[in-house]
């Protein structure tokens, strides 16, 4: 191991493990990019060994591959039908990207501007609205910027609290964003309006960077903690094992 000292991708790799931490026996989907994947099987190999993990197809792994290897042991079958009883009993944890994401937690990924013309079109709702209500839905912000955490988002893809709390039970009875993670800080929804915090910022990162990438008015505790540095066990894994041609270098780079 070349370095005993984290880079803030690793830093990151882990705060995306920690979203997992507790779930128990749930399918773990990180669809935000490099980092969350890596963080989701980081997970399953200290902490959260029960996590499901995909082939990204259908395949349940057995084995735990590096980032662009395919596993050498399958457990199971997942079709598309049985992948859409897990979601809707509540029994995954999806981590999504976004491109706009406002202080309720509602998210974007169709349009940039007036829906009736945007600016930019994305990818389209896709299967944001289920996931947000049906099961826990985190998200990963590659780069904090006041243009991707925004006063109001153009389109709502995913569900944040207020809409759901808004909708009524049906709508809010399984709706939870436990974490935001950006290359900043960690973030979540444990305020008293169900508005986003900072939970943790990462390590050289201060509060008034923080918010000064947010497009709104951010809470930061005083007592604000520090994003937990990988172990030495973490960090071999993570180099060696999981991303050893640093793959998440570039989506966070040093």
Not at 22 to 36: K, Q
Not at 97 to 105: I, M, P, W
Not at 136 to 163: A, C, F, K, N, Q
């Amino acid at each position: 191991m070349s370095s005993a000292v984290a880079t803030r991708a690793e830093v990151c790799v882990v705060a995306c493990a920690e979203a997992w931490r507790g779930d128990g026996e749930i399918l773990a989907s990180p669809m935000g990019g490099v980092v969350p994947t890596a963080g989701a099987r980081l997970a399953k190999l200290t902490f959260a060994p029960e996590l499901l993990l995909t082939d990204g197809e259908a395949m349940l792994a057995a084995d735990v591959p590096a980032l662009g290897a395919r596993p050498r042991v399958i457990e199971g079958w997942l079709p598309y039908r049985s992948h859409l009883a897990l979601v809707a009993g509540g029994r995954r944890h999806v981590m999504m990207g976004a491109s706009q994401l406002d202080r309720h937690g509602n998210q974007n990924i169709s349009c940039v501007g007036d829906w009736r013309r945007p600016a930019r079109q994305l990818i389209g709702v896709r299967g944001a609205p289920a996931n947000t209500l049906n099961h826990p839905t985190s998200y990963w912000i590659p780069r904090h910027s006041p243009r991707v955490l925004v006063e109001r988002v153009d389109m709502v893809s995913g569900v944040g609290y207020d809409r759901a709390a808004a909708a009524g039970p049906s709508a809010a009875r399984f709706h939870r964003i436990p974490r935001v993670v950006t290359d900043l800080a960690v973030l979540d929804f444990e305020t008293p309006d169900r508005t986003m915090r900072v939970r943790s910022l990462h390590p050289g990162v201060t509060a008034e960077e923080v918010r000064a990438a947010t497009g709104f008015p951010l809470d930061v505790p005083p007592d604000v903690q520090r994003t937990r540095d990988p172990t030495a066990a973490e960090l071999r894994l993570i180099r060696e094992v999981l991303d050893p041609a640093a793959l998440r270098d570039r989506e966070v780079p040093a």
